[in-house]
């Protein structure tokens, strides 16, 4: 506990394979966890792709995303460590039609809860030092593939031949390289097949963030 009796902020990361429903799931914790009184905020990685304004839009398309060198991870810690210590901090915004950030940024204030979710949420050290409770999401290949070109196309103006592309150059080679073994970092994993949202671990995260907060 801290002075004047007050718990700590709790930090949570999800990872997982793009299209395994991290982010979903991230949302569902932190919309339970607000319904029992506890502020809570998600914290998205992709808000953290390396601005790109200095390349042509068609450099910038053909750009590798799924490497962990498209994410500024010293600003993300750096960020996520001052909302944690309760400062505010102006987090960017990522416009995912341009392949850019824009330009203005948007103001988040500390809250209790913070969850962090992203593709290598439990990549690099300087956010797993940061984590107080560690998930993996995953899901089979169909479903996730299935999950990824729906975003792609309804929310990140692809078509559907540049989804097909992206998936097979870059984010399943990637993903094999460099998220799965991530895995490895997690408290829990959790297996997500079909659309329903996983009550039962949603409930037990729920349950131990209530405790904590108790």
Same mark, same amino acid.
């Given at each position: 506990m801290t002075r004047k009796g007050r718990k700590k902020r709790f930090v949570v990361?999800?990872?997982g394979s793009s299209g395994s429903g991290k982010t979903t799931f991230a949302n569902r914790i932190v919309q339970e966890c607000r319904r029992i009184g506890i502020k809570s905020q998600n914290f998205p990685l992709d808000n953290y792709y390396r601005p790109l304004s200095h390349l042509a839009l068609k450099e910038r398309m053909a750009y590798n995303f799924d490497h962990p060198d498209a994410i500024e991870f010293t600003l993300a810690a750096q960020q996520l460590r001052a909302l944690? #210590?309760? $400062? $505010? &901090? %102006? /987090?960017? &915004? +990522?416009?995912?039609?341009?392949?850019? %950030? #824009? %330009? $203005?940024?948007?103001?988040r204030r500390p809250t209790d809860l913070i969850v962090v979710e992203g593709l290598y949420a439990l990549y690099p050290?300087?956010?797993?030092?940061l984590y107080d409770y560690k998930l993996f999401v995953s899901t089979g290949l169909a479903t996730a593939i299935l999950r990824r070109v729906q975003r792609d196309i309804s929310e990140r103006g692809r078509d559907m031949e540049n989804a097909k592309h992206q998936i097979l150059s870059t984010v399943l080679p990637m +993903? #094999?390289? +460099?998220?799965r073994p991530t895995q490895k970092n997690a408290h829990f994993s959790i297996n997500w097949e079909g659309e329903e949202i996983p009550d039962k671990a949603t409930e037990g995260? &729920?349950? /131990?963030?209530?405790?904590?907060? $108790?």
């Open positions: 990361g999800i990872a944690s #210590e309760g $400062r $505010r &901090v %102006r /987090m960017p &915004v +990522y416009d995912f039609k341009l392949h850019t %950030r #824009e %330009r $203005r940024a948007a103001l050290a300087e956010l797993l030092a +993903y #094999e390289t +460099y998220v995260i &729920v349950r /131990m963030l209530r405790d904590h907060f $108790r």
